[in-house]
């Protein structure tokens, strides 16, 4: 009985990093970097224009920003 408890644990617990780490590395591999860092600040500049003070709009931009960032190619 307590070897069945512990393996099925153990295949809980595959199971959970599995589906957190394989869809992970997925769209990591998938994203495309296309996108010179010198552009994320213009633009995140022009989202804030267009956004005024409209707040969800503004974090929409800081996201924007955050994610070009982490994405964009350092070498333009």
Same mark, same amino acid.
């Given at each position: 009985?307590?070897?069945?408890?512990?393996?099925? =644990?153990?295949? =809980? #617990?595959?199971? #959970?990093?599995?589906?957190?780490?394989?869809? /992970?590395?997925?769209?990591? #591999?998938?994203?495309?970097?296309?996108?010179?860092?010198?552009?994320? &600040?213009?633009? %995140?500049? #022009?989202? =804030?224009?267009?956004?005024? &003070?409209?707040?969800?709009?503004?974090?929409?931009? @800081?996201?924007?920003?955050? %994610?070009?960032?982490? @994405?964009?190619?350092? /070498?333009?």
């Amino acid at each position: 009985m307590m070897k069945a408890l512990k393996m099925g =644990l153990f295949g =809980l #617990a595959l199971g #959970a990093l599995g589906a957190v780490a394989f869809p /992970t590395q997925e769209a990591e #591999a998938q994203t495309p970097n296309t996108v010179c860092c010198s552009l994320c &600040n213009p633009r %995140y500049q #022009a989202c =804030l224009n267009s956004a005024g &003070n409209n707040s969800s709009a503004i974090s929409s931009c @800081v996201r924007d920003r955050s %994610y070009c960032e982490s @994405v964009c190619l350092r /070498t333009c």
